[in-house]
């Protein structure tokens, strides 16, 4: 008898452990620009998924943030946090398809109040190569490489999605319930796990 359990024990211990790429819904996603990305994760929260490609000698991490079953006239936006897993201190992307001519805009924005409509700032890091895309009048993907500052394993993450503002020229406060209050963890860049 307890040959069987130990093994049955064992097993549920390694899928609560090892991340099970297979079952992730990321791993069959293909990026219309066909970009390729190493490892991904599909977020617990707000219909998001983080792609991305770490590179340990240059501490350079390429990333696609995909959020899926949005609108036209909602932002999106993903951040590192060196602050910890909060909303202010974010060092956040932010994506949205302008009301005007719908092309995208994307642009940086450090997170410094509760109160923020994220206007363009810099931030702790070096951004480059950034652009987003607006498809199937549902999917919002920012991508961009972000230089981080020194070889960090682990980052914490915060992502969040709210709509644009009455005139649909920036972004407006995002809902502060549900979902949108648990849209953070960490992320280890090497393994893929989170928390
Ligand atoms: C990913 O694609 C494979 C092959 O088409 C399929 O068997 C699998 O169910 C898909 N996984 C998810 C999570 O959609
Ligand atoms: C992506 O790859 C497909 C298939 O190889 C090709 O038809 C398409 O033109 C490529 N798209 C871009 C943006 O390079
Ligand atoms: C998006 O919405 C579709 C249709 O309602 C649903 O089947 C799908 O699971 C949703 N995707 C995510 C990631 O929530
Ligand atoms: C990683 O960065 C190093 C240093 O800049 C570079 O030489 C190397 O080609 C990069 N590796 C990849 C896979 O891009
Ligand atoms: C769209 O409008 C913005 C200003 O609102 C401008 O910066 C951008 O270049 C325009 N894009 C296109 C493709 O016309």
Redesign the pocket.
């Known amino acids: 008898m307890h040959k069987a359990v130990l093994p049955a024990a064992l097993f549920v211990l390694i899928t609560l452990f090892t991340p099970s790429f297979?079952?992730?819904?990321c791993?069959?996603h293909t990026f219309s620009n066909n970009r390729t990305f190493a490892s991904c994760v599909d977020l617990p929260v707000l219909n998001s998924f983080l792609h991305w490609n770490y590179n340990r000698s240059s501490y350079a991490l390429d990333v696609a943030f995909r959020h899926v079953n949005t609108t036209h006239s909602r932002w999106v936006a993903w951040a590192i946090n060196p602050s910890g897993k909060q909303m202010i201190g974010s060092q956040a992307l932010v994506a949205y398809q302008r009301n005007n001519n719908g092309s995208m805009r994307v642009y940086t924005s450090p997170v410094e109040s509760y109160a923020t409509t994220l206007p363009e700032g810099r931030l702790k890091y070096m951004v480059s190569r950034m652009s987003a895309t607006f498809e199937n009048e549902s999917e919002t993907t920012i991508f961009a490489t972000v230089h981080l500052t020194s070889d960090m394993l682990t980052i914490n993450q915060v992502w969040q999605e709210g709509p644009l503002n009455g005139k649909a020229d920036g972004p407006s406060m995002h809902a502060t319930s549900g979902d949108h209050i648990t849209s953070f963890g960490t992320l280890n860049l090497v393994t893929g796990t989170t928390s």
């Open positions: 297979a079952s992730q819904a791993k069959n």
